[in-house]
């Protein structure tokens, strides 16, 4: 007697049909609306300018931010770069470097006058009438260094 095959051979099936998605891919990929984004390369002589006006904002520096500033619209307006913004900041920080140096120049010539004068008052003095005790001796420095340098 033989035994019966535990494995039984079954007819082969072909594979089953999955069914359709339920839209269909797009055939095709169309390109997006507009020119594509290329970015403008950014002008060295704004990127220098800025620099220049910020660490020249309060010193003679700033007189470099302005120059490069000038420099740098020119060649934005030219070349189509980008940074006019960089190269505007320049310029306004230049200015300012360029007044509060002006500023500062007027103020330690304002200074060594007013001190020269004291000086010079301090040598009409005698020397016999001091050391004084009156306080008054200020005032009237004062009233002669104000008389010479105005």
């Known amino acids: 007697m033989s035994t019966p095959d535990p494995y039984p051979q079954q007819p082969q099936q072909p594979p089953a ?3 359709p998605p339920p839209y269909a891919p797009y055939a095709a990929q169309y390109p997006p609306y507009g020119y594509p984004y290329m970015p403008r390369p950014t002008n060295g002589m704004a990127i220098a300018a800025m620099v220049c006006g910020i660490a020249g ?3 003679p520096i700033g007189i470099l931010g302005l120059i490069f500033g000038t420099i740098a619209k020119r060649q ?4 189509g770069e980008a940074g006019e913004g960089m190269a505007t900041a320049g310029i306004v920080l ?3 470097g360029v007044a509060a140096t002006v500023l500062l120049i007027g103020y330690y010539i304002f200074l060594f006058a007013i ?10 003095i005698d020397p016999s009438d001091w050391p004084t005790d009156d306080p008054t001796w200020m005032i009237s420095l004062l009233g002669g260094v104000l008389s010479a340098s105005f």
């Open 17 to 19: 049909q999955q069914p």
């Open 57 to 59: 904002a309060c010193s």
């Open 76 to 79: 934005i307006q030219e070349r």
């Open 94 to 96: 230049g200015w300012i």
């Open 115 to 124: 001190l020269g004068t004291a000086v010079n008052e301090l040598g009409n």
